[in-house]
Every structure is written in structure tokens, then in C-alpha cells.
């Protein structure tokens, strides 16, 4: 059984900067991939990024150039650097983490994290 909890989330200026946590707690044979996602008032849970077991990380197109995934193995925590944040990033940020212990696969997710970008 693996838990995530978020942090970080909170309001902030259009132009500003917030960095969201992901603590992984728990044990699982091997992770395949963690992404974030978010979701916002009325629409679909989308995807924002993506990091593989060997590093290589993944943006949606609307976030590329913006948000740096990265993660520290030490702390067992993945990080969202989200920069230049725009008001139409406002949703609610999670965490998620696809791996395998025998004999399945497994799809964790925090319980999110609220950003919201206002002036």
C-alpha cells in the first residue's frame, strides 16, 4: 500500500510561482511512472506531467517551458516548480503514482492540493 500527500498548494498572483510537494509513503515492488494532474471547476481531470522510473519527464503542451517535475529519491518526494502561472492554471493539483506489486498492477492518488492564480 503506497499514500501520497500533497502540500504547497495556495493563492498567487498571475506571474508567480508556487512549488507543490508529493510525499510517498508506503512499499511497492516497482513504480512505473508518477504524474501530477489537476482538475478544474467543471472540467475533466487532466494530465500536467509526468516523470518514469528513469527520469525522463513529460509536459502537456500548456505547461511546457513553465513547470519543472523532479523528484528526490532521498525523501522519497516528487516536486512541481510551477513558474509563470497563469489564471487558467487554477485547479485542484494531484499526485499519482502507477507501479506493480505481485500480483497487479496498482494506481495511487493523493487526495490533491488547491491552487489557485488571482490577482
Known amino acids: 500500500q503506497v499514500q501520497l500527500v500533497e502540500s504547497g498548494g495556495g493563492l498567487v498572483q498571475p506571474g508567480g510561482s508556487l512549488r507543490l510537494s508529493c510525499a510517498t509513503s508506503g512499499s511497492i515492488f516497482s513504480i512505473n511512472v508518477m504524474g501530477w494532474y489537476r482538475q478544474a471547476p467543471g472540467k475533466q481531470r487532466e494530465l500536467v506531467a509526468t516523470i518514469t522510473s528513469s527520469g525522463r519527464t513529460n509536459y502537456a503542451d500548456s505547461v511546457k517551458g513553465r513547470f519543472i517535475f523532479s523528484r528526490d529519491n532521498a525523501k522519497n518526494t516528487v516536486y512541481l516548480q510551477m513558474n509563470s502561472l497563469k489564471p487558467e492554471d487554477t485547479a485542484v493539483y494531484y499526485c499519482?503514482?502507477?507501479?506493480?506489486?505481485?500480483?497487479?498492477?496498482?494506481?495511487?492518488w493523493g487526495q490533491g492540493t488547491q491552487v489557485t492564480v488571482s490577482s
Open positions: 499519482n503514482l502507477r507501479g506493480w506489486s505481485p500480483p497487479r498492477d496498482h494506481d495511487y
